[in-house]
Each structure stands twice: as C-alpha cells, then as structure tokens.
C-alpha cells in the first residue's frame, strides 16, 4: 500500500519557522516534491529533489527561504522552511514525482494527504 505521511505544519508567527517530514511506504524512494495549494488557487509547485538527492528545484518565491532534503535510509523527506511569510499559509502536500529532471519533477505520481501551514501576521 502507496503511504505518504506528512507531519509538521502547524500554526507560526511571520519570521517563523517549521520543518515538514513526509515518510514514503509501499513505493520506491525516488524524487520527491512539496507543493501547496491555498483555497481557490490551483496546486503549486514548491521544491523537489531528485533520487540521491544530487539535484534539487525550488519555486522563485521560495528560493533562499526553504531547503529541501531526504534521507533515503529512512524513506523520508524534509521541507525546512525559514523566513515564513503570511503568503506561505496554504495546505502542503508531499508528492512522489515523475522524474529527476527539471521538468519531470514537477509532475507527480503520488500525492500525500497534506499538512496545514497557518503564517500570522
């Protein structure tokens, strides 16, 4: 059975930080994403790293605030996220992806169930 488990949103002040975990079963560990998604706006791609963790992509509004990584001995991985804005308030979701390229790793094969990330002003 396909199980991606995220953890780690919550409620933060601006400025703020929080880490998101995404534990994978059921499928081969291979590149991975956050996306987040906000009521009434389509899902969008955050980061992504590719199988080894060589590569990694991350969305312009992002960049220099939020560090993607895993650990392939634990089937998990990591969304750190710095710098927290009000605009980074949305559901994250942690995805399995289509591939290690910069494109392929912004389709995705396997969602998880998501975690709420509230940034107060």
């Known amino acids: 059975q396909v199980q991606l488990v995220e953890s780690g949103g919550g409620l933060v002040q601006a400025g703020g930080s929080l880490r998101l975990s995404c534990a994978v079963s059921?499928?081969?560990?291979?590149?991975m994403g956050w996306f987040r998604q906000t009521p009434g706006k389509e899902r969008e791609f955050v980061a992504g790293?590719?199988?080894?963790?060589?590569?990694?992509y991350y969305a312009d509004s992002v960049k220099g605030r939020f560090t993607i990584s895993r650990d392939n001995a634990k089937n998990t991985v990591y969304l750190q996220m710095n710098g927290l804005k009000p605009e980074d308030t949305a559901v994250y979701y942690c995805?399995?992806?289509?591939?290690?390229?910069?494109?392929?790793?912004?389709?995705?094969?396997?969602w998880g169930q998501g975690t709420q990330v509230t940034v107060s002003s």
């Open positions: 790293i590719s199988s080894r963790g060589w590569s990694r």
């Open positions: 059921g499928l081969t560990f291979s590149s």
């Open positions: 995805a399995q992806t289509r591939g290690n390229s910069d494109s392929d790793i912004r389709l995705v094969d396997y």
